[in-house]
C-alpha cells in the first residue's frame, strides 16, 4: 500500500498570505495525485488533478505541481473561505490512499 | 445537476449487516466508476471499494475484503454497498463517489453527502 504523507498537519496562516502545503508517496505515483478541499460538516471538494490540473470551477489562486513523489498544493492570497482541511490522494496503485490532511487554520 | 444521493445508514450491532445505496443523476451512470469511500468521526479519508464501469473490476481495501461487496444496476442509476460482518470499526460517514473520466481511472469528482453506520452494541 502506498503511504501519503503530508506536512505540516497544521498551518496557521492570515488572510491575503500565500500558502504551500505538501504531500510525499511512499513510492512514486507518476502524476496521479488529487488533492481535495474539505470544509466543516461538507464532503470532499475536487481541486486538482493529475497533480496540477484544476478541476472545473476551482479558482486560479489553487495550483498543484510535482510528480514522482513529491507533490505541493499553492494557494495565493488566501480568502477565508479558504480555512479548511486538505487532502491529497493517490490513484496510481490499488488501494487508492489518502494523505492525513493538513488544516489550514487563521492565525 | 449531477448528483450523488446516498441512503441506508444506520445503527448496527457488532456482527450485523446493512445495505447502503446510492441513486445517481445528472449523468450518464453507465460511462463511469463508481466509489465507496468512508471517514470515521472526526477522522481522514479511506477508499473503500470501486466498481468499473462496465462491472468488469471490483476492489477493497483491505480492512473490508471478504465483508463488503460492492454492486451497481446501471437501469435504476444505483450503486450498492453490502456490508456484512460489521465491526466497531466500520463506524463512519460513507460517500458515494464518481471518477472524473468515462470508462477509465482517475480522481473522484463528485461526492454525495454521504450516509452514516454506527457500529454499537
Known sequence: EIVMTQSPATLSVSPGERVALSCRASQTINTNLAWYQQRPGQAPRLLIHGASTRASGIPARFSGSGSGTEFTLAISSLQSEDFALYYCHQYNHWPYTFGQGTKLEIK | ?121
Open chain 2, 1 to 121: 445537476e449531477v448528483q450523488l444521493v446516498e441512503s441506508g445508514g444506520a445503527v448496527v450491532q457488532p456482527g450485523g449487516s446493512l445495505r447502503l445505496s446510492c441513486a445517481a443523476s445528472g449523468f450518464t451512470f453507465e460511462d463511469y466508476t463508481m466509489h465507496w469511500v468512508r471517514q470515521a468521526p472526526g477522522k481522514g479519508l479511506e477508499w473503500v471499494s470501486h466498481i468499473s464501469w462496465d462491472s468488469g473490476s471490483t476492489n477493497y481495501a483491505d480492512s473490508v475484503r471478504g465483508r463488503f461487496g460492492i454492486s451497481r444496476d446501471d437501469s435504476k442509476n444505483s450503486l450498492f454497498l453490502e456490508m456484512n460482518s460489521l465491526r466497531t470499526e466500520d463506524t463512519a460517514l460513507y460517500y458515494c463517489v464518481k471518477d472524473a473520466v468515462v470508462a477509465g481511472y482517475e480522481a473522484f469528482d463528485i461526492w454525495g453527502h454521504g450516509t452514516m453506520v454506527t457500529v454499537s452494541s
